[in-house]
């Protein structure tokens, strides 16, 4: 008998039981799941075998070097554990409740300075970290930077990283919609190496000392011709005012737009805005 319009089983196959989407991104939806035996809560990602179209082995290869990689840093989402069906492709990774940078950014409006420059220099540390694995994110933006914890200080947690080569068809394809985080070199195809990702934490640290990204134009066209020619702005200046010189700086270094000119993550911690940033609490004197 066919079964093809039967929902879902709501018990993953193995040992999870699968409850709330917490989200879903280029090519997986994320689902809350539970270890039946051991309670313990996971985020698990769905993919759809169908979006790999024969690149199953270099997936599968991917998510072995993920598990490793995953456990040597502890701002990345580490995962647990992954299995398959005929259909989909299951991860589990920690779960993250404190949602992502993107919904905390945009209800406070922007960052303080020290509170950015302790963000950034956590997540360029991750990076750093990532790059010496000899693995490019590719798709660094606040919606793949997720914290531990709804704490005001919890730790920020890079996600979704480590698939984008193996799922690139499909990313190049889908992804269009958000050039906004992309380095030049990506449209130029001249290369999309480590400092991909860096030029990304530029755009980052943009949006978050303002509220907005430095690229947003009217058309897609007219965006990637901004990123081509690195044409942006430090305004309107009252978003600016209370931005100091250093931080400027630090962004137009991540946004060279020569990527053999740009810091990598090892010389972006250098940088003095990083170098100097403060705890997030200092306490009372
Ligand atoms: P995609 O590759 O499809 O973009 P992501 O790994 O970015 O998938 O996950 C999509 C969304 O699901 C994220 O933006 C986030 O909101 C949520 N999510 C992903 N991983 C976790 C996690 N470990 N804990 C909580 N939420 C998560
Ligand atoms: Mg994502």
Redesign the pocket.
């Known amino acids: 008998k066919s079964n093809r319009m039967s929902p879902a089983p709501a018990t993953v196959p193995c040992q999870y039981r699968t409850g709330k989407t917490?989200?879903?991104?280029?090519?997986?939806i994320?689902k809350e799941a539970v270890h039946i035996k051991t309670g313990e809560y996971y985020?698990c990602?769905v993919i759809n075998k169908k979006l790999m179209e024969g690149r199953e082995y270099m997936v599968r290869n991917e998510i072995a070097v993920l598990k490793k990689v995953s456990r040597g840093n502890p701002n990345i989402?580490t995962l647990h554990d992954y299995f398959e069906t005929s259909h989909n492709l299951y991860l589990c990774?920690?779960?993250?409740t404190g949602g992502?940078l993107f919904d905390r950014i945009c209800a406070k409006g922007n960052y303080y300075e020290a509170d950015a420059a302790e963000l950034v220099r956590t997540i360029m540390g991750a990076v750093k970290y990532i790059h010496g694995c000899g693995i490019v994110h590719r798709d660094l933006k606040p919606?793949?930077l997720?914290f531990r914890t709804k704490d005001e200080d919890a730790d920020i947690m890079i996600?979704?990283f480590g698939l984008s080569r193996a799922m690139e068809d499909h990313l190049l394809t889908e992804v269009c919609g958000t050039p906004g985080y992309m380095a030049p070199e990506i449209f130029k195809k001249t290369g999309h190496g480590k400092p991909v990702d860096v030029w990304a934490m530029g755009v980052i640290t943009y949006f978050l000392l303002c509220g907005y990204t430095p690229f947003d134009r009217d058309t897609q066209q007219q965006e990637m011709q901004a990123i081509l020619v690195g044409d942006y702005k430090f305004e309107p200046e009252e978003y600016w005012a209370n931005v100091s010189q250093t931080a400027r700086d630090f962004v137009a270094a991540c946004l060279t737009i020569d990527p053999d000119a740009r810091p990598t993550a090892e010389e972006a911690l250098k940088h003095p805005w990083l170098a100097s940033a403060t705890p997030h609490y200092v306490p009372d004197p």
């Open positions: 917490l989200g879903s991104g280029t090519y997986a994320v985020a990602k989402v990774f920690d779960l993250c992502e919606e793949n997720l996600a979704d």
